[in-house]
Every structure is written in C-alpha cells, then in structure tokens.
C-alpha cells in the first residue's frame, strides 16, 4: 500500500504564492502519474495540473501560467508551486498517484486565499 501526505497548504493575500508537496511512501513502488485536485465549498473536485513519470506536464486553464507542477523521483514527492494566487483559488487541494496497482488519494490541505 501506498500513504500520500500533503503539506505547505495556509491563508494567503491576492497576488502571493504557497508551495504545495506531497510525499509518497510504503511498499515499492513506481509512481506513473501524480495529479493535483482541488475542491472549493459548493463546488465539483476538479483536476488543476498532472505530471507522468518522464515529467509531461497539463494544467486547468485557469491555472495556466500561475502554477507549476514538478517531481522529485528520489524523494518520492511531487509539489505545485502556486504564484500569482487568487480568491477563486480557495480550496482544499488533493494529491492523487496512479501507482503501479492502483490509485491513491493525499488526506487534502487547505488553501485560503484572502485579504
């Protein structure tokens, strides 16, 4: 099995940046595709940036050009720089790993973005 955990989520302004990560352990295994998701109250869960084992990255259109997704194999952990953030950003974001036998889900962080 495999446990995801998330962290660097918190209360930011209009126009700042946070750093999210997600660190992967337990048994052996080979991430194929790592995806962050984000939910906000009221709304649907939706996929916000992807990244595969050789590092092809896409992004939601309303993220495009503000978020940046990336991979560190060695540690196991895969991070979304967020800059640039706005209130409609406001959410708790998820990490989800497609792993050889499976998918797994991150417990979520919460992400405010407010004056």
């Known amino acids: 099995q495999v446990q995801l955990v998330e962290s660097g989520g918190g209360l930011v302004q209009p126009g700042g940046s946070l750093r999210l990560a997600c660190a992967a352990s337990?048994?052996?295994?080979?991430?194929?595709?790592m995806r962050w998701y984000r939910q906000a109250p009221g709304k649907q869960r939706e996929s916000v940036a992807t990244?595969?084992?050789?590092?092809?990255?896409n992004y939601a259109d309303s993220v495009k050009g503000r978020f940046t997704i990336s991979r560190d194999n060695a540690k196991n952990t895969v991070y979304l720089q967020m800059n640039s953030l706005k209130p409609e950003d406001t959410a708790v974001y998820y990490c989800?790993?497609?792993?050889?036998?499976?998918?797994?889900w991150g417990q979520g962080t919460q992400v405010t973005v407010s004056s």
């Open positions: 337990g048994s052996r295994f080979i991430i194929y595709t």
């Open positions: 990244i595969t084992m050789d590092s092809k990255t």
């Open positions: 989800n790993a497609l792993v050889e036998g499976g998918t797994y």
